[in-house]
């Protein structure tokens, strides 16, 4: 049986009975069948599981304000003009639906903007519309209406900027409030426009979703605007998703924020994800580099950093060598730059990136110093090795071919890509034209080499285990 009204077993009707028994002596902000089964099928009608859910839940709504928060709380203004949410139209069946557009989501600059309890409150608020929303369809279809379905936009989703560990821990957090305190509530998460990193991404948080929840999920492939019009008709879909409504607007901005990169003006203070008390630390000094080697053993390894300077810009790199062997002394032409050296602004705001390793083999990090004739810097970082987890799995696409959207700005090495570029002569120059640092003295027309280029006794990267810096 599916445990849904009208659909019990015996067994399951005398687990709604106890449940309702337990909890007589308490004031719920729901009271028929409906709302007590929601809460037991997200325990496999464990009575004393959803009795304990439940009472930690009234306790949740009083130190949140649930019952008024519609009315009683606004959220924060970046998170009113960034968060990229919101209600539009219904699909076929009479659910309402909610977009999320993940893709456009900056978890950086939200980190760095806005409080977790702000953002939990946030979802609070939305889960509260829902609630609203179910009582409004309720009584416009004349039938019992209590889940949502949600349209997951992944456009703009990249490893790079999604694969962010306070990011992360907020998307974690914010499953286990949701799962916690509003069981039961989705009936179809479709998902479009998912680049070809969605599966590595989906592996991180899948742990932090419900199986039931996990049932529900439908990924589209390339043909996702047509797919997409299989559960929702095209008079309630915005022009931007294969749809009719809101011309000239075709993403109907004014139920669904687009959000995007939060600017600087809003940010609280520089935020770091690990304490400088945590990481390593080293200094550069003016006019040389330092390499650091680590070895992945294991295919789809994913190198985690981030690091952080006390004054002043760096250059930052990896490589990967070729061939596995730790040898010294390894000409340039013999590695594959994977993160192109770029001038990093780590003293205004905290760096970090993450690089997907296609192949095993030796990577090589670098900070480059050597355009700076007068200062050194120190630097902070931390950087940890993910091995994949051959224990996870996706659920079933609705389609085999790859999903859509741009090219992604995430790094992946040992595939001969875009991102994986073989350095020709030493030549280290994917940031010609950055803006010179206040520290280089040098004018214009001063023929020593340009910045980031790398100085002549630079040719080599001289192996160590605990890091070797070069002058």
């Given amino acids: ?210 199986e039931n929840t996990r049932s529900k999920i439908v990924i589209f492939g390339a043909n996702w605007k047509e797919e997409l019009l299989q559960y929702i008709s095209p008079d309630q879909l915005p022009q931007a998703y294969g749809g009719t409504r809101c011309e000239p607007d075709p993403m109907c901005t004014n139920f669904i924020t687009v959000g995007g990169d939060i600017p600087p003006e809003y940010y609280m203070t520089n935020l770091t994800e690990t304490s400088k008390e945590d990481m390593e630390s080293v200094v550069v000094s003016r006019g040389s580099s330092y390499e650091r080697e680590f070895t992945v053993e294991l295919p789809e390894t994913v190198i985690r950093w981030e690091f952080i300077t006390s004054d002043h810009d760096i250059s930052f790199g990896w490589y990967q060598k070729s061939g596995t062997k730790r040898r010294r002394f390894l000409p340039m032409t013999e590695m594959s730059e994977v993160v192109p050296m770029k001038r990093k602004n780590s003293h205004i705001i905290p760096e970090s990136g993450s690089l997907l390793c296609s192949t095993a083999g030796i990577y090589v990090m670098k900070f480059d110093n050597s355009y700076s004739w007068t200062r050194s810097k120190e630097v902070f970082y931390s950087v940890k090795l993910l091995p994949p987890d051959t224990e996870l799995s996706m659920p079933q696409m609705a389609t085999e071919e790859d999903g859509t959207g741009e090219e992604e700005e995430f790094y992946e090495c040992g595939d001969g890509g875009p991102e994986d570029r073989t350095v020709h002569n030493g030549d280290l120059r994917p940031h010609e034209g950055d803006p010179r640092p206040d520290d280089d003295p040098r004018p214009d027309d001063d023929p020593r080499p340009d910045e980031g280029d790398p100085r002549p006794d630079e040719g080599d990267l001289r192996p160590d285990e605990g890091g070797q810096s070069t002058t």
């Fill in 1 to 210: 049986m599916s445990g849904h009204v009208g659909d019990l077993s015996p067994a399951q009707e005398e687990a709604l009975r106890k449940l309702k028994a337990s909890l007589s002596d308490v004031t719920l902000p729901e009271n028929d069948d409906y709302f007590f089964l929601r809460w037991l099928r997200a325990v496999k009608f464990d009575v004393q599981r959803a009795e304990d859910r439940l009472r930690k839940h009234l306790e949740f709504r009083r130190e949140f304000g649930a019952d008024t928060i519609l009315t009683d709380w606004s959220p924060p203004e970046v998170l009113v003009k960034y968060f990229p949410t919101g209600f539009f139209g219904e699909d076929r069946d009479g659910h309402p639906v909610y977009y999320d557009n993940v893709g456009n989501l900056d978890p950086r600059g939200l980190h760095r903007s806005s409080k977790l309890e702000d953002i939990v409150k946030l979802k609070v608020m939305q889960s509260e519309m829902w609630q609203a929303k179910f009582r409004e369809f309720t009584e416009q279809k004349g039938r019992k209406i209590e889940t949502i379905t949600c349209v997951i936009d992944m456009e703009n989703l990249s490893f790079h900027r999604h694969y962010y560990r306070p990011g992360i821990n907020l998307f974690s957090e914010l499953s286990g409030v949701l799962q916690r305190n509003y069981p039961e509530r989705n009936h179809l998460i479709l998902v479009v426009k998912a680049p070809r990193i969605f599966p590595a991404l989906y592996n991180l948080v899948k742990h932090f979703i419900d």
